[in-house]
């Protein structure tokens, strides 16, 4: 399924009068944004692949009250987020059951979104995912972390203790935290947050942890 893109690449060399910008910089549609951010991405079903399925009806909105974007059955969302090196959204599962599983059942576990200025800069698309009740057996006690990695997949880890890691490679989860997407069950809430790694990659740093949620981020492997 074509998907629309979250970033445009000038590839054309143009005299506008404007100042000239850095070849290695990428040329962010911001959209009708202003001097806010645009903030774009999917949210799809958690074994969505081969067989693709986006996740109608969840809706993000910047903590606090601000902003807020409902997705489409792609689950594609689109909306303007402050200028900020990160910001933090608040995600509601649709009330409705998915339609990428029989017999058809609902995504209930709440999660935070993560914005980072820096990795929609550089031209790091966000890519969330969610499982259906059941799916996956988790602590609601403890926080949940996914990490969707742009670019070359590379060993991700987090400070906090957490359960097994969980890797998606070629579309198959795994044990391990090397692959296109991340998965750490069961963390330690404590303190509300935790140190996010991955070599030189962007994104990484502080996360927020939140007992009951998952806290579904993107890196730029560079």
Known sequence: MARSAAVLVVVCACSDGAPPRDASTPDIDNGTCGSLVRFTGEYVDWDSGGAFCGILGAQFQVQGG????????????????????????????????????????SYSLPGIAVASKAVIQAGGMWSGRAFVTGKVTIDLAKAQVFVHVNGTPRSVSIAAAHGPSLARVNDTWAPGDTGSDVFFPDVDPAGGSTTLSAGTAIGTGSIPLVAGKMTNLAILAN
């Open 66 to 105: 601000g902003a807020k974007s409902t997705t489409a059955p792609n689950g594609r969302f689109d909306l303007c987020v402050p200028d900020a090196p990160a910001t933090l959204l608040d995600i509601t599962p649709p009330a409705t059951p998915s339609e990428c599983t029989a017999p058809r059942a």
